[in-house]
């Protein structure tokens, strides 16, 4: 089996359809079809069973599972350790990010980075999830959580308490909350994840057993965004809260855990140049906000 055909393999038994696995090599779904098919006749054996929920691997497909997941790992090696050694300010550098961040620091990095080296190409994604950095999906990642990947470099950009924030406008209509009454008579926007998994949650360590939950969202950027319309009050940290122009209530209190903002790159990839220049960038632009 070639690298080529493991690509294909790979892909189909990832996304279980012709179609998903088109939309991620950027064929067309006859193509992948074809190259399965072909695949199974050379090596005159069944990959997959083809069901109507999808392609489902048969046991010598699952054993073919393992070796071309070796193969795909000495590939992205290979790949990075060539890349390591390119000290041209030219090409793509791919970051992950969460989209408040992209917002306040990377895109401006990002500006300031395309008039030093105009030859280097940052394609951003901003989500919620993780991209793998060990199977080349991200170049640079930027986020509040350290990985626990040996192989991956990890510092920590921004170290910044979380306050409670509201607008000027739901201050006028509902008045300042009273600490030790649990948000009694107010509106709460919360993050969703932390509503998921955390059972009794409070902000700034106070329950908010009393108060009302009026919107649960899904990123940083939308609880901001919230809170800055009137929404309701809600947990941010200190930094962007003071960006945004919101009150902040309660200033002797935070939340016990800061909001940590950590860089994180592959250890083969650390010292290609033009990777190198946008991790510069990154840094300087957290630099200011403490840490």
């Known amino acids: ?7 294909v393999f790979l892909a189909v038994c990832r996304e279980s359809t012709l179609r998903g696995a088109a939309r991620v090599l950027g064929v ?11 695949l199974e006749k050379s090596l005159g054996a069944t990959l997959f069973l083809r069901t109507s929920e999808g392609y489902v691997l048969t046991a010598v497909g699952e054993a073919a599972l393992l070796s071309v997941e070796n193969m795909e790992r000495s590939a992205l090696e290979l790949q990075r350790q060539i890349q390591g050694l390119d000290d041209r300010l030219t090409g ?6 969460t989209d408040s961040l992209a917002i306040d620091f990377l895109i ?13 190409r940052v394609q951003l994604e901003a989500s919620t999830q993780f991209l793998s950095l060990a199977k080349r999906e991200a170049d640079i990642a930027v986020r509040n959580q350290r990985p626990d990947n040996p192989d991956l470099i990890a510092r920590r950009i921004a170290r910044w308490p979380v306050g409670l924030f509201a607008s000027q406008n739901y201050i006028d209509r509902h008045g ?37 939950i009026v919107a649960a969202l899904g990123s940083s950027l939308l609880v901001r965004r919230s809170i800055a319309a009137g929404i ?6 200190v930094c962007t809260g003071e960006r945004d122009g919101l009150v902040r209530l309660w200033p002797e209190r ?5 909001y940590d903002v950590w860089l994180v790159t592959h250890a083969d990839l650390r010292h290609t140049a033009r990777v190198r220049v946008v991790i510069d960038e990154i840094v300087a632009a957290f630099a200011d906000t403490g840490e």
């Open 1 to 7: 089996m070639n690298w080529d055909d493991a690509r």
């Open 28 to 38: 067309d779904q006859a193509t992948v079809g074809r190259r399965i098919n072909g």
């Open 92 to 97: 793509t550098v791919r970051v992950s990010t």
């Open 108 to 120: 401006p990095s990002i500006a300031r980075l395309h008039d030093k080296h105009p030859d280097v």
């Open 254 to 258: 935070v939340r016990p855990t800061p």
């Open 176 to 212: 300042q909350p009273q600490p030790g009454r649990l948000f009694e008579g107010h509106d709460l926007v919360v993050y969703q994840p932390h509503l998921q998994t955390q059972k009794d949650l409070t902000l700034v360590s106070e329950p908010i057993s009393r108060g009302r």
């Open 232 to 237: 309701g009050i809600g947990e941010i940290p």
